[in-house]
């Protein structure tokens, strides 16, 4: 070993034991991949046992062989001995196993441990939409951690699963050319998602990292608003015309090799590129070689228009049976196309935004984000909900006298309010889906509303006889029992009518009824409620 | 017209003009169905214009223009003159049109006005799948006097689409070999679905109607469970053996002439027809004729296991974003398989009965139910909920001394109820989707309690002091100030701890957390938050 080498393994040795200490581990990588495999050999037999498996865990596994050729062998045993390498990508790939509800602490045990290659190889192997669960359900620090493991490609396939917060914050840990090596990877929907993600400066920078052609293609995909067909499709679509023959078309695959994913139809246009219909996949493998494609395509498969909103396009995805479907301009231009994947991941995410804003969370916020920033999120839903709370005591502060000479009241005051709160989410519930489905509207909303008061009125009598029977019992007075069932029967009542009137309503302002449904409903039964029994109570009672 | 011709008619006359008056429509559709065009025409014009406008409607519309043959022109014009006969169809057809929120009312509109046949064609001309949406937004009578319009295919596509018991209960409306027609041209999940929404009896009678080997077929899937792979699988694959060439796949194929639906892969088997791969109709098509199948298969596909449950079925299309698959048994037999159009209703379907049940509702059930029905399904809901409420009203009940003497307390304390209740329901929300998508367990529970209830604290502070600062101005007094302080804190506190355990407790014991996690965390918060108020307002203020 000469002079200069040994001084260059030593600043080099020097910078990784001090990225080590420091727990720098990206860094520690990136020192070692610019290494000489003979030269990382060295480095590691430098280094003291602990910071050598450290340093191991970093060497990249495809200069792994080469590294262990240059160790001496009891050495290269010691760092390879980890019998239980392969079992956790193993166990981590395996889907029905028994045991599968402890995959996260399995990983989290195995950072905790350093093992990072056993950690980065379980990822690799795992399907991208597991492996990005996975990463979600890990903590910010961890979730880093194990992204700093991953090959640009994987991260790039990976970052397409994710939620868009964490997608955000993990693409951004990413080097600018580590980023833009994974978008190369993408379909191009992906990567629209992605930069419409990313802060606006950094989505700027992945364009112009892509080629002009992708680029121009991209920006175009871009003009179009996220949840429209347009900023759904992909432009990987096949088209044909109609004047060629089946055998030709068949040629023409033949020498593709590879046709897009999930391609069951190609587009059919004319010479101006407009869609004139769809030649399935299966049609085109059942009619014979002569036929030309005109004759054996479907004219009648209605092209997608590319500003329908991807709520529309869904439902049609789901009442047509489609798999795929091309998307047009006004002018019946060919721009790309939609498939079934896409839809099946708009329909999840509509049903989780739904569950979510119901509880006034946003759907694609980090479940690990920093506690103020959650706080924060948070405390406006927990501020609007205050205004209506204090509404409901407003309504009881009125009638403080009554209170005061019956306490008896303030007992059961809350009975009423939250019978009322859930008979009338449930109308509420009902009419929200009704609504989504399009069941629900002017022609049909004065026959529910007679449905719904007829419920509430049935479920009013028995159960304000049920409590009122019970108050009786409790206080031993007639006049409370009387009070309380009158209450609940109009509140009941009252939550009908307002279950079906406020989704309506909300509707008609262009509001999400699921968003502020709820809430409303709530101070309207709990108003009500308090307002029924305790007036009721000061007009009979005093 | 000889005698008894004219006593025949008068019979039939007397026959169609009491069912008419009765309202008995589909009566007098039979009646009219097994007469000849000629006889219809006499009948018709025997009646007073009224009741034949209201008969008319009933002719079927493919003897629709010989009776017109056999009319004078003038009453043929008559009875013909609907000059929107067309438009309905046209209007409920279109989707993307503006007025589109008033479907239900046209339709209920033209049924008021005895249009029937308007209706009927209306109904035929669009989508299954909306004509499904439609009726389910139709009191059941009206829903009925639609059904009746329709012939049994169009009705077996219909029924595909309706919630079940919707379903059940058209399907019970039809006669035994309507039904059994209509059954005729449903794929065999679908029919599969269908018999196991009907009463036993009826699902017998439908079974016995089959054909032998079709009912043998649905003899072998009904054995599975509905929510299995078993129960959404279909028989229709094509299976081809390894050994064969790609040239002769092509062949058999184009015999086959029409390929079944969502055909995007064929199955590939072994003499056993044990499953050992996929051709993609993709693949087949870019492969030279002469190649053999095992070398251009996909051997890597995973069949499905026939016992799999259907959420896991579509997680695992979603993630894999695949379009069909094949079901094996235990000895990776190919028993069938599943297209993505099912796992997109099956998605939907998830979501929809989330949402329902989180209201104590049925997913399935129909929104113009019987009100008694409703009621008493719904009461069972309130009924779980009052023993919440009443468990709230003794814990106040147990501080009666208390509020004598201070009744501010009865008006401030649902204030600290109500906070806890929706802090707690935004943690829940979280959990219970993150245990939904498997990122929720207990490698990682104890973390986001660290984390929840750090924000359950940042919010508490918060919150505390602008009640407690609201409190003082409103009453004057600072104890109250502080008590509401310190109670609002302890119960966003409690409501961060119990949001995350009580979901994962009803998880581990196999209760779904989305239907009662609610309820028992609104008991929680309620019982802490009168506690924790009323509580430390006797310690401190008495």
């Not at 520690?28 to 498996?53: I, T, W, Y």
């Not at 802060?199 to 920078?205: L, T």
């Not at 068949?250 to 590879?258: F, T």
Request: aromatic letters at 4%; charged letters at 25%; proline letters at 3%.
């Amino acid at each position: 070993m000469s002079e200069a080498d040994s001084h260059a393994i030593h600043t080099e040795l020097d910078a990784i034991a001090e990225a080590l200490a420091k727990g720098k581990r990206k860094r520690v990588r990136k020192l070692l991949r610019a290494m000489h495999p003979g030269k990382v050999a060295s480095v590691l037999e430098a280094l003291d046992p602990e910071q050598r498996q450290a340093a191991w865990q970093q060497v990249d596994d495809n200069t792994e062989e080469q590294v262990l050729r240059h160790l001496d062998g009891l050495m290269a045993a010691a760092l390879q001995r980890d019998p239980q390498d392969d079992d956790l990508a193993d166990d981590l790939d395996e889907d029905d196993e028994p045991g599968a509800t402890t995959q996260i602490a399995r990983v989290r045990d195995a950072l905790e441990a350093g093992k990072f290659k056993r950690v980065g190889k379980a990822f690799k192997q795992m399907h991208p939409a597991k492996a990005a669960g996975l990463l979600e359900a890990l903590p910010p620090d961890e979730r880093s951690s194990v992204w700093d493991m991953l090959d640009a490609e994987r991260a790039g396939k990976i970052l397409v699963h994710l939620h868009e917060e964490v997608r955000a914050r993990l693409a951004l840990e990413m080097d600018e050319d580590e980023l833009a090596a994974a978008a190369q990877k993408l379909d191009l929907d992906d990567l629209v998602d992605l930069i419409q993600d990313l802060p606006a400066g950094n989505g700027r920078q992945l364009l112009q990292a892509m080629d002009v052609r992708k680029r121009q293609q991209l920006l175009s995909m871009l003009s179009y608003p996220e949840d429209s067909a347009g900023g759904l499709m992909n432009t990987d679509h096949l088209s044909v015309r109609a004047d060629v023959r089946v055998g030709s078309v068949l040629r023409y695959l033949r020498l593709l090799e590879d046709l897009p994913d999930h391609t069951d139809k190609v587009m059919v246009v004319d010479r101006k590129n407009r869609y004139q219909g769809v030649l399935r996949l299966s049609r085109l493998v059942t009619s014979p070689p002569e036929a030309q494609v005109g004759e054996v395509m479907d004219g009648e498969f209605k092209a997608i228009d590319v500003s329908l909103s991807s709520s529309e396009v869904a439902r049609r995805f789901e009442d047509l049976d489609i798999l795929s479907a091309a998307v047009v301009d006004d002018n019946d231009v060919l721009l790309g196309r939609i498939t079934v994947d896409d839809v099946m991941d708009i329909i999840r995410e509509d049903s989780e935004r739904a569950m979510m804003n119901m509880a006034g969370l946003n759907d694609e916020a980090d479940m690990f984000a920093p506690v103020l920033t959650s706080a924060r999120r948070r405390a406006v839903w927990l501020g609007i909900n205050l205004v209506t709370a204090f509404l409901a005591a407003w309504v009881i502060g009125l009638f403080q006298g009554t209170l005061e000479q019956i306490v008896a009241l303030a007992v059961l005051m809350p009975i009423v309010a939250s019978m009322g709160g859930i008979a009338g989410s449930q109308t509420l519930t009902l009419v929200i889906r009704g609504l989504a489905l399009g069941q629900v509207e002017g022609g049909n909303a004065r026959l529910l509303l007679g449905k719904e008061l007829g419920i509430g009125f049935l479920n009013g009598l028995l159960w304000a006889a049920v409590v009122a029977a019970l108050a009786i019992l409790w206080f031993k007075s007639w006049q409370i029992g009387a009070i309380i069932a009158a209450a609940i029967l109009l509140n009941l009542l009252c939550a009908a009518l307002s279950g079906l009137l406020i989704p309506l309503l909300l509707r008609k302002l262009g509001i999400d009824p699921a968003l502020a449904g709820s809430v409303i409903l709530t101070t309207v039964t709990d108003v009500i409620g308090f307002l029924a029994f305790l007036g009721l109570a000061t007009l009979f009672l005093l």
